[in-house]
């Protein structure tokens, strides 16, 4: 299919069009560059795509994702739309978060859903076009879904959705199965969330965590029926005005007992399982988190004396470092504001130990600018903290080369690729460059060969031939890869088409170690 759609858009270059377009961005919001003030418009079959300055390649990904992805959500929810989508395509999520676009609905976008306003999709570029197509996947089908229960015209949704009054479980939940199926990433959330005992019921534990809940709902009914038996369950409640009606008249029985058969089938399942499992040897590390506040990044040095963990709380973020013995701990960098009302970036603040374990470099952002600051540990003190080079859009990861270079994973133009960064004097070179996404970079050495480990999927080359984004997307699964540092043959380490491989490193010259959700649940690999 993918084929077929790459040879439409060569020869039939008129579906996929490119013009100027006039978006109202509005002037309440703080901005940090000018870029909003030229967008650009890309039209298909399906679908109307804007992206403004520099992202150009991620709107045209947008574009074929959408349009790739567009016929399965339709026989998924068994329902057409007969208007365009439109999808608002912003470079990174700090870009959403100062757009006016849509001002009063982007408040809500807290909770991490895909932002939908009415048939309008906005989305955001990770370096990840795994990532990307998500985002649109749950996008799409929000707006399908809205369509087939709420109607198109106002009267209608509003209408519908008090006579519906549906629970968070069940849209938001059913959008992201839509999107995303059930995932290992969800399976070993629920695992943890229900191996704690924390819930007394279904109840409890859907109001807590509403979308994971409905995801496990609506997976635990469509893998035990027939197919299609989603949609006609939707169908039956919005004629009925009554979502047990649906349940009743397509599964016998009502939602709160397909809730409690959910709830109990899941308990005796992770219960079964973790009787299966080893269990880990070592030591455990105890991090000073009273508040369970996301943890986004934790590394120990290399000396194994203390370890670097970043607590993110709604955007805002503390640096702790603690000593693994005498664990104590000191907070050696905060920013950010808390703020509950838009998407928390946890990308940043991001930190990487120097070889000696003497240095941390911490990479964060501030007003849309990027710093890099290196931390001395003996002399409590930053030895400098400043601007890295603007053509960055996103830096993805950091890595030591040596106390004067740092291996980057980095957006530019829309691609994720591989740079050396100088400490000195702020220059850049660039490792690949090409349209493949090139993530979790690490230096490494292998079999008494220095060179960079990182993931991405990309086929076995480095891609010195340009590939043009508009004839394929990057969204294959990631494998991972090694790179000697004198240029030579790329390596490739795994070779799994239907699984990721991500954050992997070596620890020794013969070892190197990732994780994989190649059995439906991640754990880590030896290679």
């Not at 560059?33 to 890309?42: A, D, G, P, R, V």
């Not at 959008?175 to 279904?202: C, F, H, M, P, Q």
């Not at 409640?237 to 397909?258: C, E, P, Q, W």
């Not at 960055?392 to 291996?407: A, D, F, G, P, T």
Request: overall charge negative; aromatic content about 12%.
């Amino acid at each position: 299919n993918i084929y077929i759609y790459i040879v439409f858009l060569f020869f039939f270059p008129q579906v996929l069009s490119a013009q100027g377009a006039s978006v109202e961005s509005g002037k309440n919001r703080v901005q940090f560059h000018n870029e909003f003030e030229n967008w650009l418009q890309y039209e298909s079959t399906n679908f109307v795509g804007f992206w403004y300055g520099t992202g150009k390649n991620i709107g045209q990904s947008a574009i074929m994702i959408a349009e790739d992805i567009y016929a399965e959500i339709e026989e998924l929810t068994e329902h057409r739309i007969n208007e365009k989508i439109e999808i608002i395509v912003y470079k990174d999520v700090t870009d959403l978060n100062q757009s006016n676009i849509g001002e009063e609905e982007l408040l809500n976008t807290f909770d991490q859903k895909t932002l939908v306003l009415g048939k309008k999709i906005f989305v955001q570029f990770n370096g990840d076009h795994q990532n990307l197509r998500s985002q649109i996947r749950e996008g799409t089908a929000r707006v399908f879904l809205n369509s087939l229960l709420l109607g198109n015209s106002l009267q209608e949704m509003v209408q519908a959705s008090i006579l519906l009054n549906l629970p968070d479980w069940v849209t938001d939940g059913l959008v992201k199965y839509i999107a995303d199926g059930w995932t290992s990433k969800d399976d070993s959330a629920l695992r943890e969330l229900l191996n704690t005992d924390s819930y007394k019921d279904y109840k409890a534990f859907a109001n807590q965590n509403p979308i994971l809940a409905g995801k496990s709902i609506w997976f635990y009914i469509d893998s035990r029926n027939k197919k299609g038996i989603i949609p006609t369950i939707l169908y039956l409640a919005k004629n009925d005005r009554s979502l047990d009606s649906g349940f009743y008249d397509v599964l016998g029985m009502s939602s709160t007992k397909v809730q409690k058969d959910s709830y109990a089938y899941y308990k005796e399942l992770y219960a079964y399982e973790a009787k299966q499992t080893d269990t880990l040897e070592g030591k455990k590390i105890e991090l000073k988190n009273k508040k369970n506040i996301p943890i986004t990044d934790v590394l120990i040095s290399p000396d194994g004396k203390r370890i670097a963990y970043v607590l993110n709380d709604m955007g805002r973020y503390k640096v702790i470092l603690q000593h693994m013995e005498k664990e104590e701990k000191s907070i050696i960098l905060r920013g950010g504001q808390r703020n509950q009302i838009q998407n928390t970036d946890y990308n940043y603040p991001k930190i990487a130990w120097n070889s000696s374990g003497q240095e941390l470099a911490i990479l964060f952002e501030k007003n849309d600018i990027i710093y890099l600051g290196q931390y001395d540990i003996f002399t409590d003190k930053f030895k400098q903290t400043e601007p890295i080079t603007n053509q960055y859009q996103r830096v993805h990861s950091i890595s030591y080369k040596n106390n004067y270079r740092m291996l980057l994973s980095a957006t530019i133009n829309g691609f994720s690729d591989l740079f050396i960064y100088s400490l000195v004097d702020r220059q850049t070179t660039r490792i690949t460059n090409d349209i493949w996404d090139d993530l979790d970079a690490q230096t490494a050495e292998l079999d008494g060969r220095k060179g960079y480990i990182f993931s991405s999927n990309r086929p076995d080359t480095l891609n010195k031939r340009k590939v043009r984004i508009d004839s394929i997307v990057p969204e294959d699964k990631m494998d991972i890869f090694f790179l000697p540092e004198d240029g030579s043959k790329l390596i490739r380490l795994t070779n799994t088409p239907n699984t990721n491989e991500r954050e992997a490193f070596c620890f020794d010259e013969n070892y190197f170690t990732y994780l994989s959700d190649n059995t439906g649940i991640v754990n880590r690999y030896i290679g």
